[in-house]
Nanobody, 127 residues
């Protein structure tokens, strides 16, 4: 069983930064790719970023490339998402996810029953 708990969301002005954390529990963490999706009211959940089980491969949505960075330090059961140069369109609930899926496939693979999800953390960016 994998449990995911997000933190680090908040309200900031455009141009500022946030750091999201996703703490995990469970013995399977090291086997899963980890990543983030976001969702705003009335829209489908959108892929943001993902990183492979060993941290060797990362994938990003085009809308966040060059601004967001995903990482998973070896000694920690935590995955991080650094959000820099935030824009109002980055506003949403950010969900951490653990999937047995290559990061490059996350954007095109619909949620599956074997995927794990956190409860989400709100990010609000004002102009």
């Amino acid at each position: 069983q994998v449990q995911l708990v997000e933190s680090g969301g908040g309200s900031v002005q455009a141009g500022n930064s946030l750091r999201l954390s996703c703490a995990t529990s469970g013995t399977l963490f090291s086997s899963y790719a980890m990543g983030w999706f976001r969702q705003t009211p009335g829209r489908e959940r959108e892929f943001v970023a993902a990183i492979s089980w060993n941290g060797g491969t990362a994938a990003y949505a085009d809308s966040v490339k060059g601004r967001f960075t995903i990482s998973r330090p070896t000694a920690e059961n935590t995955v991080y998402l650094e959000l820099n140069n935030l824009k109002p369109e980055d506003t949403g609930v950010y969900y951490c996810s653990a999937r047995l899926l290559r990061p490059t496939d996350w954007a095109t693979t619909a949620p599956r029953t074997l995927d794990h999800w956190g409860q989400g953390t709100q990010v609000t960016v004002s102009s």
